[in-house]
């Protein structure tokens, strides 16, 4: 019979983890919930798998997966891009690590055997698992090489989305609708409850926002997401024409790089390679030049949890004049939730009130409750469990799901529900 334990990212938004028992056993994600105080794992694998697979590189989906070669040797699958920002991310883990003095779960032995031990394949690519058992990924259109993961054996066909969005984005042309049908549809819930604005009108707003503060005499820090959100960023800025120099700083860097070596994942490679040429790239230790003049500051980290944005917000948080763009989804607990709820933020180890003024933005590159169902449309399945979400959002969801007749199935952390 099959089934699905939760072992992470059950009524919450962050460490991504599940065990997909289909007679054989598939580990689908391993990721961490990064907190203001503190790093969150997913419950540990207590059995021997068959496979690992992982849906796209961002930290709450790929951030424990060395952890694992610890204990075992599985072999593990996800897109080439996945594994290249993945290994960006976990260097720099291990980096921060360092740096802050806090454990890590795994060393550079473990992102080597764990590198060794992937296999990775393209989009609508159906290899064999088992003599009974396939694997097909298809594109999510969430960031570079995000996937969703569909696993067809004789007991079950399930599909995984991963982090999705249907819709075209700046850079991505949006999911890959030719997933087909399955059994079983375990989906992200992130946004579960509601739906986007429409994308031009905010990017439009954003760019003229932006614009406003510089012509006020303040500095434009938009701290962003160093994997998609801040290469999206300077594509907006640069498509909208905005008068002012653009420092680019931090992971995103690296991450632009990687994502201009596959052009053929992208929308428009062309547009985003003049935009991300057109901005300064900050060389190491030399930020003080962007303070000379207002100007605009794209850099990690998105949820001002550390990052070069803390650098340049020690300097500016006591100008009125100045403005943080926040753009994407603010996890509960972190500084950049705190900020947008109380005006207040830990700076080195003080919480102190920001004059700044404070807006955000929602440039999500995920689903909308109305992108999310249409998921479910296209695949029919019998169950939909639904992951990846805050718990009062997935209750909403689950509601929706009803009304447009799908059963659905929420699991607690830990907790095992049948597939049948
Ligand atoms: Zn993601
Ligand atoms: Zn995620």
Same mark, same amino acid.
């Given at each position: 019979?099959?089934?699905?334990?939760?072992?992470?990212?059950?009524?919450?938004?962050?460490?991504?983890?599940?065990?997909?028992?289909?007679?054989?056993?598939?580990?689908?994600?391993?990721?961490?919930?990064?907190?203001? #105080?503190?790093?969150?794992?997913?419950?540990?694998?207590?059995?021997?798998?068959?496979?690992?697979?992982?849906?796209?590189?961002?930290?709450?989906?790929?951030?424990?997966?060395?952890?694992?070669?610890?204990?075992?040797?599985?072999?593990?699958?996800?897109?080439?891009?996945?594994?290249?920002?993945?290994?960006?991310?976990?260097?720099?883990?291990?980096?921060?690590?360092?740096?802050?003095?806090?454990?890590?779960?795994?060393?550079? %032995?473990?992102?080597? %055997?764990?590198?060794?031990?992937?296999?990775?394949?393209?989009?609508?690519?159906?290899?064999?698992?088992?003599?009974?058992?396939?694997?097909?990924?298809?594109?999510?259109?969430?960031?570079?090489?995000?996937?969703?993961?569909?696993?067809?054996?004789?007991?079950?066909?399930?599909?995984?989305?991963?982090?999705?969005?249907?819709?075209?984005?700046?850079?991505?042309?949006?999911?890959?609708?030719?997933?087909?049908?399955?059994?079983?549809?375990?989906?992200?819930?992130?946004?579960?409850?509601?739906?986007?604005?429409?994308?031009?009108?905010?990017?439009?707003?954003?760019?003229?926002?932006?614009?406003?503060?510089?012509?006020?005499?303040?500095?434009?820090?938009?701290?962003?997401?160093?994997?998609?959100?801040?290469?999206?960023?300077?594509?907006?800025?640069?498509?909208?024409?905005?008068?002012?120099?653009?420092?680019?700083?931090?992971?995103?860097?690296?991450?632009?790089?990687?994502?201009?070596?596959?052009?053929?994942?992208?929308?428009?490679?062309?547009?985003?390679?003049?935009?991300?040429?057109?901005?300064?790239?900050?060389?190491?230790?030399?930020?003080?030049?962007?303070?000379?003049?207002?100007?605009?500051?794209?850099?990690?980290?998105?949820?001002?949890?550390?990052?070069?944005?803390?650098?340049?917000?020690?300097?500016?948080?006591?100008?009125?004049?100045?403005?943080?763009?926040?753009?994407?989804?603010?996890?509960?607990?972190?500084?950049?939730?705190?900020?947008?709820?109380?005006?207040?933020?830990?700076? #080195?180890?003080?919480?102190?009130?920001?004059?700044?003024?404070?807006?955000?933005? #929602?440039?999500?590159?995920?689903?909308?409750?109305?992108?999310?169902?249409?998921?479910?449309?296209?695949?029919?399945?019998?169950?939909?469990?639904?992951?990846?979400?805050?718990?009062?959002?997935?209750?909403?969801?689950?509601?929706?799901?009803?009304?447009?007749?799908?059963?659905?199935?929420?699991?607690?952390?830990?907790?095992?529900?049948?597939?049948?």
């Amino acid at each position: 019979m099959a089934k699905l334990t939760a072992l992470g990212a059950a009524r919450e938004v962050g460490r991504s983890s599940f065990l997909l028992d289909v007679g054989e056993k598939f580990l689908l994600d391993r990721g961490i919930k990064l907190g203001h #105080d503190e790093t969150e794992y997913p419950l540990p694998v207590k059995t021997n798998l068959d496979a690992v697979i992982i849906s796209h590189a961002h930290l709450d989906h790929s951030g424990n997966l060395p952890e694992l070669f610890k204990k075992s040797n599985p072999f593990v699958y996800m897109t080439q891009p996945t594994l290249d920002l993945s290994n960006i991310l976990w260097q720099d883990s291990l980096k921060i690590a360092k740096i802050e003095g806090i454990p890590v779960m795994f060393s550079p %032995v473990e992102i080597k %055997v764990a590198e060794k031990f992937t296999f990775t394949i393209p989009f609508r690519k159906k290899i064999n698992l088992s003599e009974s058992t396939s694997l097909e990924l298809f594109d999510a259109g969430h960031i570079l090489g995000s996937s969703m993961i569909k696993i067809q054996s004789e007991e079950k066909n399930v599909i995984y989305s991963g982090d999705f969005k249907i819709e075209e984005t700046r850079l991505f042309k949006g999911a890959d609708k030719r997933i087909g049908k399955a059994d079983v549809l375990i989906i992200e819930s992130t946004y579960g409850d509601r739906n986007h604005r429409e994308r031009k009108d905010l990017e439009k707003e954003f760019a003229e926002e932006v614009q406003n503060t510089l012509h006020n005499d303040g500095f434009a820090m938009v701290p962003a997401f160093a994997v998609g959100r801040s290469q999206e960023i300077i594509d907006i800025l640069y498509e909208n024409k905005v008068e002012a120099e653009i420092f680019f700083d931090g992971m995103g860097q690296r991450v632009a790089k990687t994502t201009l070596e596959y052009p053929e994942l992208l929308k428009n490679p062309k547009s985003l390679g003049k935009a991300l040429h057109s901005v300064t790239w900050v060389k190491k230790g030399k930020r003080h030049p962007a303070l000379k003049k207002p100007c605009i500051i794209v850099t990690s980290a998105g949820m001002l949890e550390g990052g070069p944005i803390m650098w340049y917000l020690k300097k500016l948080y006591k100008d009125k004049n100045s403005k943080i763009f926040l753009t994407g989804y603010q996890v509960e607990g972190t500084n950049g939730r705190t900020l947008m709820e109380k005006g207040k933020m830990d700076l #080195d180890g003080e919480i102190v009130k920001i004059k700044n003024q404070v807006q955000q933005f #929602d440039f999500s590159a995920h689903a909308s409750q109305d992108e999310l169902i249409q998921l479910a449309k296209l695949t029919e399945p019998e169950l939909v469990v639904c992951v990846h979400g805050d718990e009062k959002v997935i209750k909403v969801f689950q509601k929706k799901l009803k009304q447009e007749g799908f059963n659905s199935a929420a699991p607690k952390l830990g907790e095992e529900i049948k597939l049948d």
